[in-house]
């Protein structure tokens, strides 16, 4: 696991975005797991712009998304669906046939769960995961206590995610009491992951990511295990962090 603290969120962003360039240009059919949230829209931005104006191109790649709020249709302005293709996938190149997104309108959820992590078998599995971070330390919709083994299922949103995210809905109310989300096993399976955080809201959950004991409480933490980890993050979350860790990574592109 590799911790680099950037200066500003725009640096965070284009770190990722290169990194996940990198792995299109070396295979261009490479498998991408994406994430939802406001930490990666500069990741987002920037990829869209190495599109429209460097060529990167998308049309071979397979993306397949972290999570979805159960109930919420495609097109509600708060689906991870609609997030998508808002901020990514109508901008660039990519073909819809090979974008996966949880469906959490599905009538067989348990059937639809085992159908996605079929999927990402049968294309070869994630070259790369990205993830953000919840405040209470959860990766996807896999909250504190879940199966650091877990597979692709419906989870019950803890209040704590409920309150963060009711920002982008009209109330608490209209929050989504279900997700559907990877697993932490579905997630670990990546054969890279790259893990965003910024903002002073998310040092706590980083400081014990990064310097704490691996623990279900703190799915995040479970990131240490993985051998291809990079945690990028900016000065304020990572103001809790007792070490001092460099702003570029060792390796840009593991191969
Ligand atoms: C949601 C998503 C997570 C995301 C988290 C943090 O709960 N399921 O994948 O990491 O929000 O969101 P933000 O980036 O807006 O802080």
Redesign the pocket.
């Known amino acids: 696991m590799e911790v680099v603290v950037k200066d500003s969120y725009e640096e965070m962003s284009k770190l990722s975005a290169e990194m996940i360039a990198e792995v299109i240009r070396r295979k261009p059919r490479a498998v991408l797991g994406l994430?939802?949230?406001?930490?990666p829209l500069g990741t987002y931005k920037e990829l869209v712009r190495l599109h429209q104006q460097e060529g990167l191109d998308f049309s071979r790649a397979i993306t397949f998304n972290?999570?979805e709020y159960v109930g919420l249709t495609h097109d509600h302005p708060q689906s991870y669906h609609f997030f998508m293709w808002e901020n990514l996938f109508k901008q660039i190149n990519i073909n819809a046939k090979n974008v996966h997104i949880p469906d959490g309108t599905a009538k067989d959820i348990p059937g639809f769960c085992r159908w996605y992590e079929e999927q990402i078998v049968k294309t070869g599995g994630l070259d790369l995961q990205l993830?953000?971070?919840?405040g209470n330390g959860?990766i996807?919709?896999n909250e504190p206590g879940s199966s650091l083994g877990s597979r692709t299922r419906v989870k019950t949103l803890d209040d704590k995610?409920r309150q963060d995210?009711a920002r982008f809905f009209r109330s608490l109310n209209e929050v989504p009491k279900y997700a559907m989300t990877m697993g932490i096993g579905t997630i670990m399976d990546a054969r890279q992951l790259i893990l965003l955080a910024n903002g002073a809201g998310k040092a706590e959950a980083i400081a014990k990511t990064c310097e704490g004991p691996i623990t279900a409480i703190v799915p995040a933490t479970i990131v240490q295990l993985h051998p291809k980890a990079t945690i990028i993050v900016d000065k304020p979350a990572a103001s809790k962090l007792s070490r001092e860790y460099p702003a570029e990574p060792r390796i840009l592109v593991l191969a």
């Open positions: 994430a939802t949230g406001s930490t972290l999570d993830l953000g971070i919840g959860h996807a919709f995610t995210n």
